[in-house]
């Protein structure tokens, strides 16, 4: 008889804690990890691990898999990236709690703000809850491919509570921030992570309304706030466009939130291409938090922060254009038919050459700051390498180039569009925030953006171009692999996992480091309803395992279903 379920024998672990990688056994019994080091005892499945990395599952702390997560068991992108841990419910949206009459304005939020197609939300959601609790058993009911944790949304709280008033932005009387305080305790009791607010223009809802949380009051939030004290759990997430000429004013609100509930703190930051240099102001700001004793931290993301345009995506450079607009409705063949007629790319480019009429045009027609993203895809990719920089060198207009571009390869040429974290056509500043003591590593946004964007690679992106491919400036790999696991799982209370330790949550990844790759996107029409998605795998991960299941092997899963909902904390 085995002694043990699983052993992964020999490989090089890279334990979470940031040690140095030492070659080392790992047993996992009763999916807990039983012994490190060397192991005599015989396990009923093994892997043969020599030469290749062993790492803690990766934590992935910024997902919106909300919807995903009620329909499907496999949690792609993340699942193909070496994510055991997924946390979701971020930027202030979600469908709980919610009332019938709410569900559409709470997908129309989902849409607009996170590009989730409404068709596929209105299909594959069976709103089979009302309460958060009820949605958390919703979860909990089916089987998935890694774990699942849930934040209580800012939007569908104040929906649920104020109705109609809430999206108009109006201020919430005392009773209903006692409602909301009440709720947020009782979320937390059920099993929320945390809870998560925005405050940017950037999300709206598909109608273009901003979010209902927009202009929540500071007794609003510290009502919220309090319910987490009340339940003595629960980390904050908390999005705004700090553009104020005075930021400090949102922290001093934000350290007296902090002061009265004595819960942790994340807030998203990146580099503003048209401020390169405000993010240090940000984070100086949170380290100041960070230096009054609050646990504050700053989520930060790897590589540049962007669209993909294409004739497969949502967006494509002229879609401002009606010439373009008139066709955009049909399929990408009747499109590409009709975009190589000269006729028609003559009228596109004329109307391409029209003054610009919103923020969206400008950036839409930022040609040096669009790239081909390629095979295997750049996300660093030279300032000269820009299809810009290419029509210069053609002495062509660039209109022309993209253009041409975008109907090359029967149409599903991808145009990478970085508009944050590539000010200087680089990744310096994504280095210096990374190596932060007071960040995280996150903001992938898996099952997010899904028409414009694939970056739930981040966990195979961090390891594989900044511990092995990037020119300069390396990261220790070790340190690397500290930063998507213990470091993460530590962020939102999840203390039993992270580490390659006894007595640890046996979530592991064996991975053939030289051959790790992030694949090039492709476009599935795959959701609900017919609903696209991009999705993004990856090759090297030899293995995935879940409390010691195998999920994935070379990439393709093995059917094991493993994954829980993870309610609340976790202790060591």
Sequence with gaps: ??????????????????????????????GRIAAVGKVSGQGAEEIDAKGLLVTPGFVDI??????????????????????????????????????????????????????????????????????????????EARPRDMDLGAQLPHGALRVF?????????????????????????????????????????????????????????????????????????????????????????????????????????????????SR??????????????????????????????GVLQGLQASRIPFSMCASYKAIQHKSVAERLAIMRDPAFRAKVLQEANEPLRSEMAARLTDFDRMFPLGDPPDYEPAQESSLGARARRENRDPREV?????????????????FANFAAFNLDCCSEMMQSPHTLIGLGDGGAHVG??????????????????????????????????????????????????????ADLNVIDFDRLRVEAPIMKWDLPAGGKRLLQRATGYRATIVSGAVTYRDGETTGALPGKLVRGPQAA
């Design 402 to 418: 993209v253009y041409d571009y975008l109907i090359e390869g029967e149409g599903k040429n991808f145009i990478f569009a970085p």
């Design 452 to 505: 414009l964007i694939s970056d739930g690679s981040y966990p195979t992106y961090l390891l594989q171009h900044w511990g092995r491919d990037r020119k300069s400036g390396k990261l220790d790999l070790s340190w690397l692999v500290k930063r998507h696991t213990q470091d993460n799982a530590k962020a939102v209370g999840l203390n039993d996992r992270g580490v390659v330790a006894v007595g640890k949550k």
């Design 276 to 305: 390169p240099e405000g993010w240090r102001r940000l984070l100086g700001l949170v380290e100041g938090l960070a230096a009054k004793g609050h646990s504050a931290k700053a989520q930060v993301a790897p590589r540049p922060i």
């Design 1 to 30: 008889m085995a002694d043990y379920d699983l052993v992964v024998r020999g490989g090089n672990v890279a334990d979470g804690t940031g040690a140095a990688i030492k070659e080392a056994d790992i047993a996992v019994k009763d």
């Design 161 to 273: 509570v104020m109705g109609e008033r809430a999206a108009k932005l109006e201020e919430a009387t005392p009773a209903e921030v006692e409602q909301m305080r009440a709720l947020t305790a009782e979320a937390m009791r059920a099993g929320a992570l945390g809870f998560s607010t925005s405050r940017t223009l950037n999300h709206r809802t598909v109608k273009g309304d901003p979010t209902p949380s927009l202009r929540a009051s500071e007794a609003e939030l510290l009502g919220i706030a309090l319910g987490m004290k009340d339940a003595g759990r629960g980390v904050i997430e908390f999005i705004s466009d700090f553009n104020t000429p005075n930021p400090e004013s949102e922290f001093e609100m934000l350290d007296r939130l902090l002061t009265a509930s004595g819960r942790p703190f994340s807030v998203s930051l990146a580099q503003a291409h």
């Design 62 to 139: 910024h997902t919106h898999y909300d919807g995903q997560a009620t329909w499907d068991s496999h949690l792609q992108p993340s699942s193909w990236h070496g994510v055991t841990t997924a946390v979701m419910g971020n930027c202030g949206v979600g469908f709980a709690p919610v009332k019938v009459e709410d569900r559409q304005r709470l997908i129309e939020l989902m849409e607009g703000v996170e590009d989730i197609p409404g068709a596929a939300l209105d299909e594959g959601l069976n709103w089979s809850w009302e309460s958060f609790g009820q949605y958390l058993d919703a979860l």
